[in-house]
C-alpha cells in the first residue's frame, strides 16, 4: 500500500484503510504499550487513532507519510491519555532521568513485527503457541487455549525460539527473550 494514500469514500478507500490497519495496527499497540505500560490503553489509543485517521477522509488531507503520522498520533494520545489520568506525574517520579523515546518504541514495534513475521514461518502447533505467548499469556494460559501439556507448551516455546535464534542478530534475539522469557 502506498505510504502518501489520500484516503476517499467508497470501497477502495475501505479497502485501503482496512489494509492499513492490519499492517499497522500490531505495530502501533506494541509502541502505544511499551510507552504506556497498560495494554488495554494502548488498544484503545490506537482504536483512536485510526478512527481520526478515517474522520481525516472526507476533508481531502493529503498525509505524506501515514506511518509517520500513525506514529506521532498515537504518541501524542498516549501523551493526553497520561495528563488526563494525571499519571504523567507518578511516571516521571518513577523514572525521573529516563525520558520516553519513541523512536525506540518504533524500532521496538519494528522488531515486533519481524518475529511476527517469522512465527507465521512456523509449524502450525508452534506457531499458535508462540502468538499466545506474544499476546501475553503464560504457560499454563497456552495449554489451557490450546489442550496441551505445560511441557508441551514450554518445548514447542524452546524449539521456536532456537528457530528464531538463527534468524535474528544477538541484539534482536535479547528482546525475543524478552517477549517469550
Given at each position: ?99 520516553v ?11 515486533a ?9 512456523l ?38 525460539i ?20
Open positions: 500500500m502506498d505510504k502518501n494514500t489520500t484516503y476517499q469514500t467508497g470501497n477502495t478507500a475501505a479497502t485501503k484503510f482496512e489494509s492499513l490497519v492490519n499492517r499497522l495496527y500490531v505495530s502501533l499497540c506494541f509502541a502505544a504499550n511499551r510507552f504506556l505500560g497498560d495494554k488495554t490503553a494502548a488498544q484503545d489509543i490506537v482504536q483512536e487513532a485510526f478512527a481520526r485517521l478515517w474522520e481525516l477522509q472526507g476533508k481531502n488531507k493529503n498525509i505524506e507519510n501515514i506511518d509517520n503520522y500513525m506514529y506521532m498520533l498515537v504518541h501524542n494520545l498516549s501523551l493526553e491519555w497520561l495528563r488526563t489520568r494525571k499519571l504523567q506525574a507518578k511516571y516521571l517520579n518513577n523514572h525521573p532521568l529516563k525520558e523515546n519513541i523512536f525506540n518504541a518504533i524500532v521496538e514495534a519494528d522488531v513485527m519481524q518475529i511476527l513475521a517469522e512465527i507465521e514461518k509449524p502450525p502447533r508452534s506457531k499458535q503457541v508462540m502468538q499466545l505467548a506474544f499476546q501475553g499469556l503464560d504457560n499454563q494460559q497456552i495449554a489451557q487455549e490450546i489442550n496441551i501439556s505445560v511441557s508441551s507448551v514450554k518445548t514447542l516455546k524452546y524449539k521456536s532456537d528457530k528464531l535464534k538463527a534468524i535474528f542478530s544477538s541484539d534482536t534475539l535479547l528482546k525475543i527473550l524478552m517477549i517469550f522469557g
